[in-house]
């Protein structure tokens, strides 16, 4: 499911840079250069799409995208055949130079369905949707194995271009989609959380 994490430091930030971890959390905010006066234009949750319209002066655009986790393998029929969980949805940060007024395209991918639960092998669950943003993309967990299965879960999913850090003048984060439990014996894994996106632009 998504997750929403607050800041590390309480403070107003006309431009900052906020680090982060490998499992999507702030772990450091400062004041930083560049980007001032950047403001929210979308903050959601999928599955969805759409278009963002930038103002006409702005000249730089940043996002953070999540993409949709996997779904969690289905339980086998005996007493203790679990299956194994999906993966977590890709996640980056993604900055960008922009042309005042324009129009770009957003998906937010859907976290995928578990595996059927059986009286024999659980099925594996399915893959995540990615979410893409103007031409940055993150891509899905996979869905997580059936019981039997081996013992890792579904592989998470990646955000080839993005960057660990983003100025900004809003200090909450992080959002990502985790990859959906595993089931029971003889229950089916639980559906990956869905895909979403917070862009931002400056005003010129």
Same mark, same amino acid.
């Given at each position: 499911?998504?997750?929403?994490i607050k800041?590390v ?7 900052a840079?906020l680090?982060?971890?490998s499992?999507?959390?702030?772990i ?6 560049g ?13 969805a799409?759409?278009?963002v319209?930038?103002?006409n002066?702005?000249?730089k655009?940043q +996002?953070? $995208?999540?993409?949709?986790? /996997?779904?969690?393998g289905? !339980? %086998?029929? *005996?007493?203790?055949?679990? =299956?194994k969980? #999906? ?10 130079n922009a042309t005042?007024g +324009?129009t $770009?395209a957003?998906?937010l /991918?859907?976290g995928?369905n !578990? %595996?059927? *639960?059986?009286?024999?092998s =659980?099925p594996? #669950?399915?893959?995540?949707n ?5 031409n940055?993309?993150?891509?899905a967990?996979s869905g997580?194995?059936g019981?039997p299965s081996?013992?890792?879960? %579904?592989?998470?999913g990646?955000?080839? =271009?993005?960057?660990g850090?983003?100025?900004?003048a809003?200090l ?7 990859g959906?439990?595993?089931?029971n014996?003889?229950n089916?894994g639980?559906?990956? %959380? ?5 862009v931002?632009?400056n005003?010129?």
């Open positions: 499911m998504p997750r929403i800041p430091a309480k403070g107003d930030f006309t431009s840079t680090a982060v971890d499992q999507g959390r702030v450091s905010a400062s004041s930083g250069a980007a001032a006066n950047m403001k929210t234009l979308l903050f959601r949750t999928g599955p799409s759409g278009n319209t930038l103002d002066n702005a000249n655009v +996002a953070f $995208l999540f993409a949709g986790g /996997g779904g969690g289905g !339980g %086998g029929g *005996g007493n203790h055949e679990r =299956g969980p #999906g993966g977590d949805g890709g996640f980056g940060y993604f900055t960008a005042g +324009a $770009l957003y998906s /991918g859907s995928g !578990g %595996g059927t *639960g059986t009286g024999g =659980g594996a #669950g399915n893959a995540g990615a979410t893409t943003f103007h940055f993309t993150t891509n967990g997580g194995p019981h081996p013992n890792a879960p %579904g592989a998470n990646n955000a080839p =271009g993005s960057t850090t983003i100025s900004s809003i909450f984060t992080n959002i990502r989609s985790e959906g439990n595993a089931g014996p003889h089916p639980n559906t990956g %959380g869905s895909g979403g996106i917070w931002l632009s005003e010129g």
